[in-house]
């Protein structure tokens, strides 16, 4: 069944790119007006987010993300058969930031944000970076799917750890040598009341504290990566240092700052963010939280 469905999708990504986009295009705009997938979600996110903007201008945001998020999973595909002369083409990265920090010999952890496209931005690290390089993932629920997207993400030696056994399969790379490892950590806790609640759109929300936990652990630099699209299929990762310091950081500033820095790169193209995922789903309460707010 697996070499089945593999052989269908590395024939769907032979299709070219134009025709690739305009399924795309079908494909977003089913999601978004027949489907209506969580529409209302995006709309109360943005809400949120850009109080500020007309309903006008929050709906072309709205429909820019669509077209970026279904984009996103079409490209996915491509990837299984892109040729490297053609991928370099299409990415390009400030990478010798992370390359300058390989030759000071500490490991990097790499923040990231749900932004468009992430399989490039992996690629682009693995490819391109001297660090050997870890990712972790949250495994698919379909076996065969998940082994297809494992196949695609290690071409170029990426290692991967599932989310669900991070901390034994972690261990063993950590004590082996220097390592570069990628966190998008912008998603709900699986428990508000043992996250920071930090200021994200002038609302407390809670991140958790497992990144800055391993920062400090490991001493590991933190660097934070912006990925965005530059044109349709073309994308570029900046890379910027946060800090090769982490313990110099009081409890929870290191988050409040990777926190701050997102949101500007948030506002900077707001539909290359992954605005479907329901983000204010915790609420604030005083009694409970206090004591986890970190300004």
Same mark, same amino acid.
């Given at each position: 069944?697996?070499?089945?469905?593999? /052989?269908?999708?590395?024939?769907?990504?032979?299709?070219?790119?134009?025709?690739?986009?305009?399924?795309?295009?079908?494909?977003?705009?089913?999601?978004?007006?027949?489907?209506?997938?969580?529409?209302?979600?995006?709309?109360?996110?943005?809400?949120?987010?850009?109080?500020?903007?007309?309903? %006008?201008?929050?709906?072309?945001?709205?429909?820019?993300?669509?077209?970026?998020?279904?984009?996103?999973? /079409?490209?996915?595909?491509?990837?299984?058969?892109?040729?490297?002369?053609?991928?370099?083409?299409?990415?390009?990265?400030?990478?010798?930031?992370?390359?300058?920090?390989?030759?000071?010999?500490?490991?990097?952890?790499?923040?990231?944000?749900?932004?468009?496209?992430?399989?490039?931005?992996?690629? &682009?690290?693995?490819?391109?970076?001297?660090?050997?390089?870890?990712?972790?993932? $949250?495994?698919?629920?379909?076996?065969?799917?998940?082994?297809?997207?494992?196949?695609?993400?290690?071409?170029? &030696?990426? /290692?991967? /750890?599932?989310?669900?056994?991070?901390?034994?399969?972690?261990?063993?790379?950590?004590?082996?040598?220097?390592?570069? $490892?990628?966190?998008?950590?912008?998603?709900?806790?699986?428990?508000?009341?043992?996250?920071?609640?930090?200021?994200?759109?002038?609302?407390?929300?809670?991140?958790?504290? &497992?990144?800055?936990?391993?920062?400090?652990?490991?001493?590991?630099?933190?660097?934070?990566?912006?990925?965005?699209?530059?044109?349709? &299929?073309?994308?570029?990762?900046?890379?910027?240092? $946060?800090?090769?310091?982490?313990?110099?950081?009081?409890?929870?500033?290191?988050?409040?700052?990777?926190?701050?820095?997102?949101?500007?790169?948030?506002?900077?193209?707001?539909?290359?963010?992954?605005?479907?995922?329901?983000?204010?789903?915790?609420?604030?309460?005083?009694?409970?939280?206090? %004591?986890?707010?970190?300004?």
């Amino acid at each position: 069944m697996y070499l089945f469905i593999y /052989i269908l999708v590395y024939l769907f990504s032979l299709l070219p790119w134009r025709l690739l986009y305009i399924i795309s295009d079908i494909i977003a705009l089913l999601l978004q007006h027949v489907l209506k997938y969580r529409v209302k979600v995006v709309a109360q996110n943005l809400a949120i987010a850009f109080p500020q903007k007309t309903a %006008k201008e929050r709906q072309k945001i709205a429909n820019e993300f669509y077209q970026q998020f279904t984009d996103s999973f /079409i490209e996915t595909f491509k990837l299984i058969s892109i040729s490297d002369k053609n991928f370099d083409k299409r990415f390009t990265s400030n990478v010798e930031v992370l390359n300058k920090l390989y030759a000071t010999g500490q490991s990097v952890q790499i923040m990231a944000g749900h932004f468009f496209n992430w399989e490039f931005a992996n690629w &682009g690290v693995a490819k391109f970076g001297k660090y050997p390089f870890i990712a972790v993932y $949250m495994p698919l629920s379909n076996p065969y799917f998940n082994k297809i997207i494992l196949k695609l993400r290690m071409r170029f &030696g990426s /290692i991967m /750890i599932p989310a669900t056994n991070f901390k034994t399969q972690f261990h063993k790379y950590a004590t082996q040598g220097i390592y570069a $490892m990628a966190l998008a950590a912008d998603q709900n806790p699986g428990n508000p009341l043992s996250a920071y609640w930090v200021p994200f759109f002038g609302r407390l929300t809670p991140f958790v504290k &497992g990144p800055e936990k391993g920062a400090l652990l490991n001493n590991t630099a933190q660097v934070f990566v912006h990925f965005y699209r530059v044109k349709r &299929g073309y994308y570029h990762s900046e890379y910027e240092v $946060m800090t090769t310091s982490p313990n110099y950081f009081k409890d929870g500033q290191l988050t409040a700052l990777y926190v701050k820095i997102l949101e500007e790169k948030i506002k900077a193209k707001p539909a290359n963010y992954l605005w479907s995922h329901r983000r204010w789903r915790y609420e604030y309460d005083a009694k409970q939280h206090e %004591k986890l707010v970190v300004h």
